[in-house]
């Protein structure tokens, strides 16, 4: 059986440990794109004759939101929100 480690109980050496820095200015960061920006990002879709296939779409940002400490978007495609309005991280997208 695997235990997690209480924050009290792991080191501070051991918290450092990650493979990203973490941007201690997070909220301060502009947004890697703005409203109304084309962008792509990979989807999977179905096709006609069963399974799927993966490919870059083209989306144009709706809004962008900065909650934590990443950006992410909502996205449009022909005029309406993708997947109800999902958000998805700024890692997820590049420039159209």
């Known amino acids: 059986m695997t235990t997690m480690?209480?924050?009290d109980t792991v080191t501070e050496g051991e918290r450092k440990k990650a493979n990203v820095a973490r941007d201690e200015n997070a909220e301060e960061r502009e947004?890697?794109?703005k409203d109304g920006e084309k962008v792509k990002m990979k989807v999977t879709?179905?096709?006609v004759k069963g399974g799927t296939r993966t490919f870059f779409k083209t989306f144009t940002v709706a809004a962008s939101q900065c909650p934590v400490s990443s950006w992410k978007y909502q996205l449009y495609y022909d005029g309406v929100l993708h997947a109800q309005?999902?958000?998805f991280p700024e890692d997820d997208l590049r420039a159209a």
């Open 31 to 33: 947004p890697g794109f």
């Open 85 to 87: 309005g999902a958000w």
């Open 5 to 7: 480690s209480s924050q």
């Open 45 to 47: 879709e179905p096709v």
